[in-house]
T-cell receptor, first 113, second 112 residues
């Protein structure tokens, strides 16, 4: 079991471009969480998804950010029209159910030029 | 507001010394508390959860509801304990969401 896989590990975008971050959960896990870590800060919850459903998106910025977890394939965190403030590490975690411990991926470091 | 506070950004101790990484939380209720650890060039991994009441790698943590604290302790630090440690909280009643609230993290540096 390879664990939670995130790609790319590093992503560089220019202001105004789109960023797509991918997360494949651990085998057997149907619950996916996205967190963002700004420099010098802890991880902040963004969104929680189960297959094809967004369950809790209370931590997502109102604009430009969206997430999906299709029936087939990885979960995608999409950031449209990126700005410098979007530069951060984005972590994905998965669990077999909401009350079980979450397993984290290595994260994607997003840099905006 | 739900909050987790780790007051020390950096804790530096000598090998063999006792270690206590502090964690205080702000939540009225009975949340579930966790400690996660990130070793150099590795991913974040679960170290302890309070409901398990277990000792992992010599670390223990006791939930003190009166002081709203969940400090992580180890009687004798080892160099391999050097890492970033995060305290996290899962609010009660969020078993249908499971989201975690993290502290800012404490870097533990164990010197030889």
């Amino acid at each position: 079991n390879a664990g939670v896989m995130q790609n790319p590990r590093h992503l560089v975008r220019r202001r105004g471009q789109e960023a797509r971050l991918r997360c494949s959960p651990m085998k057997g896990h149907s619950h996916v969480y996205w967190y963002r870590q700004l420099p010098e800060e802890g991880l902040k919850f963004m969104v929680y998804l189960q297959k094809e459903n967004i369950i809790d998106e209370s931590g997502m910025p109102k604009e430009r950010f969206s997430a999906e977890f299709p029936k087939e394939g990885p979960s995608i965190l999409r950031i449209q029209q990126v700005v410098r403030g979007d530069s951060a590490a984005y972590f994905c975690a998965s669990s077999p159910s909401a009350d079980q411990p979450q397993h984290f991926g290595d994260g994607t470091r997003l840099s905006i030029l | 507001a739900q909050r987790v506070t780790q007051p020390e950004k950096l804790l530096s101790v000598f090998k063999g010394a006792p270690v206590e990484l502090k964690c205080n939380y702000s939540y009225s209720g009975s949340p579930e508390l966790f400690w996660y650890v990130q070793y150099s060039r590795q991913r974040l991994q679960l170290l302890l959860r309070h409901i398990s009441r277990e000792s992992i790698k010599g670390f223990t943590a006791d939930l003190n509801k009166g002081e709203t604290s969940f400090h992580l302790k180890k009687p004798f630090a080892q160099e391999e304990d050097s890492a970033m440690y995060y305290c996290a909280l899962r609010p009660p009643g969020s078993s249908n969401t499971g989201k975690l609230i993290f502290g800012q993290g404490t870097t533990l540096q164990v010197k030889p």
